[in-house]
């Protein structure tokens, strides 16, 4: 059935490296996607968004990139450090869907080493 | 900030018995979620209210039930738990509009014997 999945369940990047977290989805009415980020014992926090009108968006170190051609997602964490360390998930809304509903990726267990 | 809250943090509970989680959220959000979170499988939508007593059915709604008497707050209930009830919950809440970024709680894990 269609899913967000994500590419990878875990990630390790030495401290300082640029991160590549990656999510596909395939349901093409797509429209906005989220990143989140949880960290241990914690919720989701919010990351960042892109509709589905832009194919970039940039925050305080990160970067989401989305190629609509290939349904994929990705989030860059320049300087990656380690209050970095956590599950990343990407979530999708799909037009049509209830209002407010999303739908959310496994995650990717990011882990800096120093 | 948006602030949203959960009753509890740890909870154990026995079989059987009949359990509420409580959430509230401050920024007078329309819709509100509870989600469950398990290893492995991400998150799942339970529940959903995008009004107050109003209410739709998740992913995974067998054997929960949800309330939604206030704007603010939307409770589950686990009517007789169940040990694969054990699991972390997540509330969340967002504007009824076109941009739907949810906003979690700090989740609740559940414990049930």
């Known amino acids: 059935g269609e899913s967000v999945g994500l590419h990878l369940p875990t990630l390790s990047v030495q401290e300082g490296d640029n991160s590549i977290i990656n999510c596909a989805y395939s349901n093409s009415a797509s429209d906005y996607f989220i990143w989140y980020k949880q960290e241990s014992g914690k919720g989701p926090q919010f990351i960042i968004d892109i509709r589905s009108n832009m194919d970039k968006r940039q925050g305080q170190r990160v970067t989401v990139l989305l190629n609509k051609t290939v349904k994929h997602l990705s989030l860059q964490i320049a300087a990656t450090q380690p209050g970095d360390s956590a599950v990343y998930f990407c979530?999708?809304?799909?037009?049509?869907?209830?209002?407010?509903?999303?739908?959310f990726g496994r995650g990717t267990q990011l882990t800096v080493w120093p | 900030d948006v602030k949203v809250t959960q009753s509890s943090r740890y909870l154990v509970k026995r079989t059987g018995e009949k359990v509420f989680l409580e959430c509230v959220q401050d920024m007078d959000h329309e819709n509100m979620f509870w989600y469950r979170q398990d290893p492995g499988l991400g998150l799942r939508l339970i529940y959903f209210?995008?009004?107050?007593?109003?209410?739709e059915k998740g992913d995974i709604p067998e054997g929960y039930s949800v309330s939604r008497e206030k704007k603010e707050r939307f409770s589950l209930i686990l009517e007789s738990a169940s040990t694969n009830q054990t699991s972390m919950y997540l509330c969340?809440?967002?504007?009824?509009?076109?941009?739907?970024?949810?906003?979690f709680g700090p989740g609740t894990r559940l414990t049930v014997l």
């Open positions: 979530a999708e809304r799909r037009r049509g869907s209830t209002l407010g509903r999303l739908y």
């Open positions: 209210s995008y009004d107050v007593k109003m209410k």
């Open positions: 969340a809440s967002s504007l009824l509009k076109s941009t739907d970024t949810q906003y």
